[in-house]
C-alpha cells in the first residue's frame, strides 16, 4: 500500500470510536487479531468504519455477512423489493418464511442475529439520481454489487466526487471479478468500462458459491482498505473463472480522458 493510500486509510472511521476494545469484542474477534498487520488497531478501524452495500443479493449479501462478522461498526444496505422463491439459492440473507417480505428486513434480520454490536441501516430502495449522493456521503466506502450498470456507474460518480473508496464486484455463471476503486489513485468504473457492457442483462446464470465466494472476496478488499492490511486491487482486475478453477490479475489503467476522473485527481 502507498503512503497516499494509508493517509486515505487513516483518513476512514476517525476517531468515533477509538476506544479500547471490550473483554466481549476482544473473545468474539480473537482468531482475527492474530492475523499478522491488523491487530486491535485494525479491529477499532473496522469498529469505527461504515460500509455502503448496494444490493444484498447474491454478492452483496455475502459481503455484508462478512463484514458483520467481521465486526464493521455501520453498515448501510440498500436494495429495493420482496423476497422471491428464485433469490433463495443464492441470496444468503434472505429465508423461506421471509418470501413476500422487504430483502432489507431480512437482511436487518439475519445480520442482527449474527452480530448484534453491528449497527444496520436500511433502505429498501435501488440507487438512483435522487439518493445516490446522500447514501454515498453517509458511509466512509461502498461495495458495488448491483446488477444494473446504470446504478454502478451513478455510484462510480459520486465516490469519485466525494473521494470515497468503491470496491467493484461481479459476476456471470462460472465467472467473477473484483476490483477496488481509490478516487485520485488509479482508474475508475467508467476507465474500465465507458458504457455498459454489450450483451449484458439484468437476469443471469448464478450458483450461490459462486456470487458468495466474490462478494466474500469484496467484504476482503474492503477490511483492507479500512484497515490499512495488505495490498487492495487498485489498478488491477481479479478474474476468476471456476469451471477450471483459475484465477488471474490483469491490470487496468486510468484513462485520460474518462469524463468521471480525469479532473479529480
Known amino acids: 500500500m502507498s503512503p497516499s493510500d494509508v493517509k486515505m486509510t487513516k483518513r476512514l472511521g476517525t476517531a468515533r470510536t477509538r476506544r479500547p476494545l471490550s473483554a466481549e469484542e476482544r473473545a468474539v474477534y480473537e482468531w482475527q487479531l492474530n492475523v499478522a498487520g491488523f491487530s486491535e488497531e485494525g479491529q477499532k478501524a473496522l469498529r469505527s468504519a461504515s460500509v455502503l452495500v448496494t444490493r444484498v443479493g447474491g454478492v452483496g449479501g455475502a459481503a455484508a455477512t462478512a463484514l458483520a462478522a467481521a465486526g464493521i461498526g455501520r453498515l448501510v444496505l440498500v436494495h429495493q423489493g420482496n423476497v422471491h422463491a428464485s433469490d433463495l439459492n443464492r441470496q444468503t440473507l434472505m429465508s423461506a418464511d421471509w418470501i413476500g417480505k422487504p430483502r432489507v428486513e431480512s437482511a436487518l434480520r439475519r445480520l442482527k442475529e449474527l452480530n448484534p454490536r453491528v449497527a444496520v441501516e436500511i433502505h429498501n430502495i435501488n440507487i438512483g439520481e435522487d439518493n445516490v449522493c446522500d447514501l454515498v ?129
Open 137 to 265: 456521503a453517509s458511509s466512509d466506502l461502498v461495495i458495488d454489487a448491483a446488477p444494473l450498470f446504470r446504478e454502478r456507474f451513478l455510484l462510480n460518480r459520486a465516490t469519485v466526487e466525494q473521494g470515497k473508496p468503491m470496491v467493484d464486484s461481479a459476476m456471470y455463471e462460472l465467472e467473477a471479478q473484483l476490483t477496488t476503486f481509490l478516487p485520485g489513485q488509479g482508474p475508475c468504473l467508467t476507465c474500465l468500462y465507458p458504457g455498459d457492457p454489450p450483451g449484458w442483462r439484468r437476469q443471469f446464470p448464478v450458483f450461490g458459491a459462486v456470487s458468495s465466494m466474490i462478494g466474500s472476496l469484496a467484504a476482503m478488499e474492503a477490511i483492507k482498505v479500512l484497515s490499512g492490511l495488505g495490498e487492495p486491487l487498485v489498478g488491477r482486475l481479479l478474474l476468476a473463472d471456476l469451471r477450471d478453477m483459475s484465477f488471474r490479475t490483469v491490470n487496468i489503467r486510468r484513462n485520460l480522458h474518462c469524463l468521471v476522473c480525469r479532473d479529480h485527481r
